[in-house]
């Protein structure tokens, strides 16, 4: 009887292994090639990102409560990388600078009858910002919206939310 | 030819191995396996019916994780594009939350507010839509469709008639 390990392997035999390998090299080469399409289109979500948390809820509360804008305060200029905003809390107003020209990291400092009080936030996106404060003006009654956006590190817009200070009056 | 164990599993060497549980233990379980002929298997290869079955454990494991991945990347991409639609969603309402409630069905009748976030989902069709459920009520239905209508992500905003002045 002539040994398996002899007589080597036939060429239909070699066929189907090669077949049978051939088809999962393409299932894998799809789903890879599928995976980094849906990477490529999709931005990274920045939402289930604690940081990127903590600053969206900081800044709707600040911004809900708002009773203005400020054009400056304190050093700080109102652009799109600076959000100024008098806001409600406990009972009185506080000003509160939203700062975001620090690539990575967003910076509030808040104003305790005039003391300042730093809170930071990094490992952020490095394209925070508050885009427009001027997003919505549709009712000449109404507050003016904050508009903030970041970006991914490849560019593609992640977060666009508008804020709108609730109704204080 | 019989497979047997490498030399240092059969002969434990030094003092420590006589001495040490697990080198006697492995000694034995070697001399076991030799002389009750389990490694003789090699010799006549497998039946049909054990490489049969075999390939069957095989496909159905291979196939399974397959299935578990393709789900699992299915799942974040639509997570992915929901978050998205959310946002757009959300935005659009605070523009419709703003609109003169008398004026409402006359409004654009797709979103006002930016949809640059939601350029990863295009082609995508935004569209709004308004309905008087009762006296003084309107639902705003807001809608984005994407990918030829197969999915689409929703928000309803009630109005009510407040009397002519917007609380916002």
């Known amino acids: 009887m002539v040994r398996r390990a002899a007589a080597g392997y036939t060429l239909v035999e070699v066929v189907v292994a090669m077949a049978i390998f051939g088809m999962f090299l393409f299932v894998l080469a799809q789903l890879t090639s ?3 399409s849906v990477e490529r289109r999709l931005p990274v979500n920045m939402h289930k990102h604690p940081q990127v948390i903590a600053v969206l809820a900081r800044l ?6 708002a009773t203005e ?21 406990n009972g009185g107003l506080q000003d509160v600078v939203w700062d975001f020209q620090t690539p990575g990291e967003v910076h509030r400092r808040s104003y305790n009858v005039g003391v300042p009080v730093d809170w930071v936030a990094r490992g952020l996106p490095l394209t925070f910002s508050a885009l427009e404060i001027d997003a919505i003006k549709l009712n000449p009654r109404s507050k003016w919206a904050a508009r903030i956006t970041a970006t991914d590190q490849k560019g593609r817009l992640a977060i666009d939310t508008i804020l709108q200070p609730r109704a204080t009056e | 030819m019989a497979v047997r164990a490498p030399p240092t599993w059969r002969k434990p060497v030094g003092e420590g191995a006589n001495r040490s549980f697990i080198g006697r233990g492995v000694y034995t379980i070697a001399r076991m396996r030799d002389q009750r002929g389990l490694s003789i298997r090699g010799d006549r290869g497998f039946s049909l019916v054990e490489l049969l079955v075999a390939f069957l454990i095989l496909t159905l494991v291979i196939t399974m994780s397959m299935a578990a991945f393709v789900e699992r990347n299915k799942r974040l991409q639509q997570a992915g594009e929901i978050i998205l639609a959310y946002q757009a969603l959300a935005n659009e309402a605070e523009y419709r939350r703003r609109m003169n409630y008398v004026g409402l069905e006359g409004e654009e009748p797709s979103f006002v507010s930016s949809t640059e976030v939601l350029a990863p989902l295009a082609p995508y069709a935004t569209i709004v839509s308004v309905t008087q459920s009762k006296p003084g009520v ?18 309803e905003l009630v109005r009510v008639d407040t009397g002519g002045s917007n609380l916002w």
């Open chain 1, 60 to 65: 709707r509360r600040d911004v809900m409560d």
């Open chain 2, 138 to 155: 309107k639902n705003v239905l807001m809608t984005i469709r994407w990918r030829n209508g197969q999915r689409q992500a929703r928000l």
């Open chain 1, 34 to 36: 599928e995976m980094r």
């Open chain 1, 69 to 89: 804008y400020k054009s400056s305060h304190d050093g700080y200029t109102s652009s799109d990388k600076v959000l100024i905003v008098e806001t409600m809390i």
